[in-house]
């Protein structure tokens, strides 16, 4: 038994009565419903199905197979018999929307561009198209967007026609229309568009809104567009104005000097962030002249120990790693640092033609370290204060 489809002229949030046929296991627990009539649009074109409910039951989607259309709730509960059909008519109108903006927008970049759109994809917060095309520079962008936006502000009508499979050839088509249909369902965008497609659509341009081209990118060879349309527009809008207030009131400029604000801030970091580099860098000099110094090697001498155990309890690894750069610049001895408060090491060592890992492996595995390195440096970390107290005992630092 078909169902007829009513999904093209009913859009309401008002129940509609129809009656489940069928009842059919699904993936996961699930079921898929066979309905009489629905007014549910499956998925498909690039657009996906509709939602709501039936007999209360929560509709997660909507698919064609093989000429059928099935109706995918979680519940098993369902049985053949009256249904109640309740569309979720905002998410519907928001896909229409959507779509017709889709049509626009490809048929738009075709007239002022002669590239023809290869693939679209319609998304819950961003829509694609995939247009043949290399490159799109981002002028031309947004003359098509200008050029969109007044078809929205003309209300240029949206005209459904149904026509045999020999009758297509007399509209321009804006690409190829499917084989082996009875009918062929052209939308057109009067002045803009022709289209074959089995997708929901408004009635008029002004119904779209706005349309809001966001990005493109390249993407196999083609470049993908990333654009929004209607209430998605408005919500994008409201949501970037609260994030530039924000903006503009931590910069401390007009919201419309947000940009020049934020670029001045980051100069400003970045200058003080060379000061304290440059301010880490000569207190790591004084802490790895200090090291060295404690442990006899002030001045590069060899007569302090080999192996040199230092622990910092209150640097930070970046800091431990500055300390033992400077250190392994004036001294061939092999520095083992640590930062207590990150359980982790670095070691080091500059003389040539020495491998510092044999030291450094037996000790390391059996306090359960993890990391690595190579003959000049290695680096680990450790679960616990004991693991790498053990470990810095080992290699020759006091406990």
């Known amino acids: 038994m078909s169902t ?3 999904y093209y002229d009913y859009a309401s949030a008002e129940p509609f009565e129809a009656v489940i046929t069928a009842v059919r296991p699904w993936e996961s627990g699930g079921a898929a419903l066979a309905l009489d009539k629905t007014i549910f649009y499956p998925e498909g074109g690039g657009q996906s199905g509709d939602r709501g409910t039936i007999n209360g039951i929560p509709l997660l989607d909507v698919r064609e197979q093989d000429g059928e259309i099935l109706h995918i709730v979680s519940s098993q509960g369902a049985v053949c018999g009256p249904a109640r059909l309740a569309l979720d008519a905002v998410r519907r109108r928001d896909f229409t929307v959507q779509h017709t903006a889709q049509h626009l927008l490809s048929g738009t970049i075709l007239r002022l561009t002669g590239k023809t759109t290869v693939s679209m994809h319609l998304g819950d917060e961003i829509n694609t198209i995939d247009v043949d095309s290399q490159n799109i ?3 031309t962008l947004v003359t098509v967007e200008e050029a969109a936006a007044d078809a929205i502000e003309r209300d240029c009508p949206v005209i459904i026609h149904l026509c ?22 052209v939308v057109e965008i009067a002045g803009n568009d022709f289209s074959p497609c089995c997708g929901t659509h408004c009635t008029s341009t002004g119904q779209i809104g706005a349309l809001r081209v966001l990005d493109a990118e390249k993407y196999k060879g083609m470049t993908r567009v990333s654009f929004i349309a209607g209430r998605r527009v408005l919500r994008d809008s409201r949501r970037l104005r609260e994030n530039a207030d924000i903006v503009s009131r931590a910069v401390k400029v007009p919201l419309a000097e947000t940009g020049k604000g ?13 000061r ?29 120990p080999a192996v040199v155990v230092e622990r910092y309890a209150d640097a930070g690894m970046e800091e431990v790693l500055r300390i033992g750069r400077a250190a392994q ?11 207590e408060r990150e359980l982790k090491f670095a070691a080091f060592c500059s003389s040539k033609g020495r491998d510092i890992r ?12 993890k990391g690595g390195g190579g003959p000049s440096f290695f680096q680990g970390q450790f679960v616990s204060a004991g693991e790498l107290a053990d470990f810095l005992s080992a290699v020759g630092g006091p406990a």
């Open 329 to 339: 610049k004036r001294s061939g001895a092999v520095l083992v640092l640590a930062s």
């Open 137 to 139: 520079a981002a002028d």
């Open 164 to 185: 045999p499979p020999e009758d297509v050839e007399s509209f321009p088509l804006r690409k190829v229309p499917p084989r082996g249909e009875e009918v062929i369902r």
């Open 358 to 369: 044999p030291l450094l492996k037996g000790p390391f595995e059996r306090a359960g370290g």
């Open 4 to 6: 007829e489809r009513l």
């Open 262 to 274: 934020v670029l001045a801030l980051l100069e400003k970091t970045r200058a003080l962030e060379l």
């Open 276 to 304: 304290v580099n440059a301010l880490a860098d000569t207190a790591a000099e004084a802490a790895a002249a200090a090291l060295l110094e404690k442990a006899g090697l002030a001045g590069g001498g060899r007569e302090g």
